[in-house]
Antibody, heavy 123, light 106 residues
């Protein structure tokens, strides 16, 4: 059974940093890309970014709203994807989901999602 | 930047057909994905590549995409289908979600 468990959320002051983890199990982690998607309270889904599998170069893509502040990485040995968030702003407050991301031609599918972890940026 | 537009809300009577639209510039040239999110739960993929259903998704869910509009259709809508539905597409390796449509079954 595919399982994705996010952790690391919490309350953080504006301008500070936080690192989220997504621990995967139930599938061969190295064969999949991994994405982060967030949802501000009462709002819709917003794509944050993703990291490709090693087979596709392990490269990353980011939304314009987080580019230069957020970094996605992965540890194949531990089956964990990370989201390093720096220079946090109040508008980054959201539930952060990780999603297994399957390659679909020139596109990607978010085929399994974690339960999410809440990040609150406030002074 | 690329944008996808959905109606904020859609209402349907039980047993009837619900249609949720998603509009974007030349959207028919892209694949569209649909995600269902029930209150307090994580999103679930219900349609990929415009019209394909993942295993475990009921046959009453279908999709189409042409021109500037993609449509998620739920035939014989059930109370359990009440949820937020998000369309999603890719634009130059950037993921884009629609604003979401709240489906009310009443």
């Amino acid at each position: 059974e595919v399982q994705l468990v996010e952790s690391g959320g919490g309350l953080v002051q504006p301008g500070r940093s936080l690192r989220l983890s997504c621990t995967a199990s139930g599938f061969t982690f190295g064969e999949y890309s991994m994405s982060w998607v967030r949802q501000a309270p009462g709002k819709g889904l917003e794509w944050v970014g993703f990291i490709r599998s090693k087979a596709y170069g392990g490269t990353t893509e980011y939304a314009a709203s987080v580019k230069g502040r957020f970094t996605i990485s992965r540890d194949e040995s531990k089956s964990i994807a990370y989201l390093q968030m720096n220079s946090l702003k109040t508008e980054d407050t959201a539930v952060y989901y990780c999603a297994r991301t399957d390659y679909d031609g020139n596109n990607y599918i978010f085929d399994y999602w974690g339960q999410g972890t809440l990040v609150t940026v406030s002074s | 930047s690329y944008e996808l537009t959905q109606p904020p809300s859609v209402s349907v009577s039980p047993g009837q057909t619900a249609s949720i639209t998603c509009s974007g510039d030349r959207l028919g040239n892209k694949y569209v994905y649909w995600y269902q999110q029930k209150p307090g739960q994580s999103p679930v993929l219900v349609i990929y590549r415009d019209s394909m259903r993942p295993s475990g998704i009921p046959e009453r869910f279908s999709g189409s995409n042409s021109g500037n509009t993609a449509t998620l259709t739920i035939s014989g809508t059930q109370a359990m289908d009440e949820a937020d539905y998000y369309c999603q597409a890719w634009d130059s390796s950037t993921g884009v979600f629609g604003g979401g449509a709240k489906l009310t079954v009443l």
